[in-house]
């Protein structure tokens, strides 16, 4: 009977980390950290867009990364002044521990001076990216 109960209580327990886990995974979130953080075009390894910037850390074999890239590069091709990057994680080891960039992919959306006004960690959908677009806008 003890192994049951034991036995239910891990599938409980289980189920309740992937139920919070699923929802905030990609989940856009309004940056909270004191100060303002920018990133600049020489960090990015290209211009900032004239509205708007979203910053995509990957990595190589990372599968939601790919679907990540097409989400962005759509919400990009839509809205004029807004540009998509992608920077590889594994080359840049020193930006991602000072933005505390924990899992690919890993989003930013930049105002036009490169302020981060918002960010996800995980697969964004779109509406959600579009909606942070209007923040940074």
């Given at each position: 009977m003890t192994g049951l109960v034991v036995c239910l209580a891990v599938l409980l327990a289980a189920s309740a980390y992937g139920l919070v886990h699923r929802r905030r995974d990609g989940r856009i979130r309004v940056r909270t950290k004191d100060g303002d953080e920018r990133l600049t075009a020489?960090?990015?390894?290209?211009?900032?867009?004239?509205?708007?910037?979203?910053?995509?850390?990957?990595?190589?074999?990372?599968?939601?990364?790919?679907?990540?890239?097409?989400?962005?590069?759509?919400?990009a091709g839509m809205v004029d002044g807004v540009r998509h990057v992608e920077i590889d994680a594994e080359a840049h080891l020193e930006l991602v521990r000072r933005l505390s960039v924990l899992k690919t992919p890993t989003v930013f959306v930049l105002d036009a001076d490169g302020a981060i006004v918002r960010r996800a960690a995980g697969q964004p959908r779109k509406a959600d990216v579009i909606a942070a677009l209007g923040a940074a806008v």
């Open positions: 020489a960090e990015l390894g290209g211009p900032l867009g004239e509205r708007a910037t979203l910053v995509q850390f990957s990595s190589a074999f990372c599968a939601p990364c790919r679907a990540t890239r097409r989400v962005l590069d759509e919400v």
